[in-house]
């Protein structure tokens, strides 16, 4: 079976930087759904209505969210497996998996496809955006100042999980999903499965200034592409060439020759150097 990866930061600026270079100060006039469920909040007549004649002033990100900021409301969408935009022009025939259409001013219209349907989007007034909503729920994002070791180490002091696994909450640290958190502990010499609240000081540094150095660099490539992800209109990244240990199962470490390994952690596929994260 086919394993789907999910877009994590850097894919997500990536998409982000160019929607931005397409669509600012552009106007909406108008929104269909096709695909309710899509839409997490609020309802879709709502969602439709409050839409029409916004002008997209800005685009940024929050852990793995797209944040449309669209005047007096910001439009909030997580890709999860499958999701995609597309620009195209109002003529073009609407694929079957394109479920949110976004008519703008310019005789073009964004389209948001995702073949599985799992995506999400929130639609909030910007001075509700601290309570309402999944924007509430996240950690600091992994280039923030206060991301120090005395911030992690209160996340985590009373946490016996895997220090993968607390890699992957985004109450902790927004952003890092599977791949990054596999690339994250193998350059900081970590096991995956070393117990949260026992690491110290000198590990958490090194996982601070990993996952820096990681998703920086993948940045710069335009993310990861494993199986189905892309960018806007089909680009694709390339840091996949970069990685050390993700999907690399069987073949040998770059550093020390020692085979890599895979396990589960935390009910994730999960790969290591044995030598290099004892």
Do not use: W
């Amino acid at each position: 079976m086919e394993v789907k990866k999910m877009p994590e930061l850097p894919e997500v600026e990536t998409v982000k930087e160019n929607l931005k270079k397409r669509l600012i100060n552009t106007k909406i006039n108008d929104v269909k759904v096709l695909y309710n469920n899509i839409i997490a909040y609020p309802d879709t007549n709502t969602f439709e209505k409050t839409l029409k004649n916004k002008k997209v002033k800005d685009i940024t990100r929050r852990g793995k969210f797209i944040i449309f900021d669209l005047e007096d409301y910001y439009l909030l969408s997580h890709l999860r497996m499958e999701g995609k935009y597309f620009i195209k022009n109002k003529n073009d025939q609407i694929n079957k998996h394109e479920h949110v259409i976004f008519n703008l001013d310019n005789n073009q219209e964004l389209r948001y496809m995702d073949t599985r349907k799992f995506g999400k989007m929130f639609l909030i007034q910007k001075e509700n955006i601290d309570t309402i909503g999944p924007l509430k729920e996240l950690g600091l994002e992994p280039f923030d100042k206060k991301l120090t070791p005395n911030y992690l180490k209160e996340k985590i002091k009373n946490k016996i999980i895997p220090i993968k696994t607390a890699l992957l909450d985004q109450s902790i640290i927004a952003g890092i999903g599977n791949i990054y958190a596999d690339e994250i502990l193998f350059l900081s010499h970590v096991n995956p499965l070393k117990k949260s609240n026992t690491l110290k000081e000198k590990e958490l540094n090194n996982i601070i200034k990993s996952t820096k150095e990681v998703l920086n660099k993948a940045i710069a490539k335009g993310g990861t592409t494993i199986h189905t992800y892309t960018s806007v209109d089909g680009i694709k990244g390339t840091y996949q060439d970069s990685l050390f240990v993700h999907n690399k199962e069987k073949e040998l470490c770059k550093v020390c020759q020692t085979q890599i390994k895979k396990i589960k952690v935390g009910g994730r596929g999960t790969y290591y150097c044995p030598h290099c994260q004892k």
